[in-house]
Structure formats: C-alpha cells, structure tokens
C-alpha cells in the first residue's frame, strides 16, 4: 500500500540555523512527491515537487528536497531558517486518481 | 479568480445535527477533492470528483457522508446525524487534468473547520 512515513513530529531549530525535516515513502512505482506547508488555520500550500529528471529539485521560499530512491526518502532541506518558516510541513505521494497520500506532518519550531 | 473557496470558515454544531459545507473550486479545474484533516494529521482524502461525476470515495466516507457536484462546478460535502469524531478540518482542494495528469499541483481552499459538541 502506498503510505508515507514523517519520522519527526517536532522540531526547533534557531533562526539562521540549517533545516533538514525527514520523508520516507511507500510506492511500487516511481512516485510523484510533494512537499506542503500549511500555517495555522489556512490550507496547504505548494513547496515543491518531485517528478522525474534531476533528483535535487527546487521549490519556493528558498526550500530543496533531494529524491533517494534507494533510501525511499524525499528529505526537505533550508539552509538558512526564517521565524516564518515555523508552520508544519506535510510529504505527498500521488496515488490513484491523482490523490495525494500524505505524511502526519512534522511541526516546526523557529527560535529567535 | 482568488482560488478554492470554502464556506463556512468555521461550523459549531450539536451532535446528532446535519451539516453542509461549499466549495468552489478555480473555474477552470475539472477535478475537485475532499480531504479531512484531525488534528496532529495530515489530510486524509475523502472523495475524487471529474467534472460532475464522483469517480472515488474513501472508506473514510461512511454512509452519512455524501458529496455532490452538480454541473461540475462548486461542489458540497454534507454530514448527516453528526458525530463528536467528526470534528476536524474540511479541505478542499481542485486541479486541471491534462498531461500530466494533474500533477501540476492542487490548490487547496483555506478548510472548514468542524467542531461537534
């Protein structure tokens, strides 16, 4: 079954610090994966996207996630933290007609 | 256009009531989905509409779950005989099928957030 894993519930980082948040996925093919963010009370927003080609790929906002497909891990990286990247932040696969599985959801914590 | 909309933001309801939410998806997205979403989770889908045919419905989706697109336009998700293990966050979400399937990303409305006392 398509599933997908985000190890970390919760994070702190520093402000200025390097961010990396975790994401493992289940898929029998080569998966489609996402990565949103959704602040408090809004909806979800678009980072980025991973479909083919390149496996470092880039998104809004300054984020990257790298595709290991021998890791099945799709792992969200800044390098630099802004105390308003503090939201949560949810990994996607596409399944079946075109719904997005997601992760639990890891919330970050940003410290002036 | 501004993007998905839903409406109400917010619905307070006793248990054992009926309830409608509304989403109105960006004019041109033939697909629209319901998720829900309780707290400390992510988004759970619900239902898959094309156009104006409901193409998938999750488990999820008891009985007294029932969703409707007429005209393939704004779409509504009504809950009947409400439960307390109802209350959570009702997305919305729509794309454009095409090459890609829709992959291009959804966009998703702001939710309704349910609570059932």
């Known amino acids: 079954a398509q599933s997908v894993t985000q190890p970390d519930i919760h994070i702190t980082v520093s402000e200025g610090a390097s961010l990396e948040l975790r994401c493992n996925y289940s898929y029998g093919a080569t998966p489609y994966l996402f990565w949103y ?20 790929v880039q998104g809004i ?9 021998s890791q099945s891990s799709f792992n969200l990286r800044k390098p630099s933290v802004h105390w308003s990247d503090a939201a949560e932040y949810f990994c996607a696969v596409l399944g079946g007609y075109n719904k997005l599985i997601f992760g639990a959801g890891t919330r970050l914590a940003v410290h002036p | 256009d501004t993007g998905v ?3 109400p933001r917010h619905k307070i309801t006793k248990r054992g009531q009926n309830v409608t939410f509304r989403c109105d998806p960006i004019s041109e997205h ?14 759970e889908f619900l239902t898959y509409f094309q156009n104006e045919a409901q193409l998938e419905k999750s ?8 969703a409707e697109r007429p005209k393939g336009s704004f779409s509504t998700l009504e809950i009947q005989r409400t439960e307390q293990g109802d209350s959570a966050m009702y997305l919305c979400a729509s794309s454009l099928a ?13 939710g309704t957030r349910l609570t059932v006392v």
């Open chain 1, 61 to 69: 906002k300054g984020f990257e996630a790298e595709f290991k497909r």
């Open chain 2, 98 to 110: 095409g090459g890609t399937g829709g992959t291009d990303g959804y966009t998703f409305g702001s």
């Open chain 2, 30 to 43: 033939n697909r629209l989905y319901w998720y829900r979403q309780t707290l400390g989770q992510g988004p």
């Open chain 2, 5 to 7: 909309s839903q409406n």
């Open chain 1, 37 to 56: 963010v959704q602040s408090p009370g809004q909806g979800l927003q678009l980072l980025l996207k991973y479909f083919s080609g390149d496996t470092l």
């Open chain 2, 59 to 66: 488990r999820l989706l008891s009985d007294r779950f029932s």
